[in-house]
């Protein structure tokens, strides 16, 4: 999709307010509907510095069943 395409993230050519104003606009693309939630999301992914926001999935067990709590931390994914 060519809005994607204009928000695509590139690390090492980029400013921190760029990368982080790009970031926050793809979280708004995949929010507003389910059609584009995968594309902006596979971007964010693929923009991923670090695997913290990964790693702050925390994983209990209740009688046996494992639940699974997932916090978002906005300004990690943000940048």
């Known amino acids: 999709m060519k809005i994607v395409s204009l928000l ?5 050519e ?3 307010s760029d990368i982080r104003n ?3 606009a793809l979280l708004n693309l995949a929010l507003t509907h389910s ?3 995968e ?11 670090f695997l913290q926001p990964v790693g702050d999935l925390a ?3 209740h009688r046996g069943t494992f639940y699974v709590i997932l916090t978002i931390n906005v300004d990690m994914i943000l940048g």
């Open 8 to 12: 695509r993230i590139s690390l090492s």
């Open 14 to 16: 980029e400013r921190p």
């Open 22 to 24: 790009k970031r926050h």
């Open 35 to 37: 059609m584009l939630t």
């Open 39 to 49: 594309i902006a999301l596979d971007e964010l992914w693929r923009s991923m510095e």
């Open 59 to 61: 994983f209990h067990c």
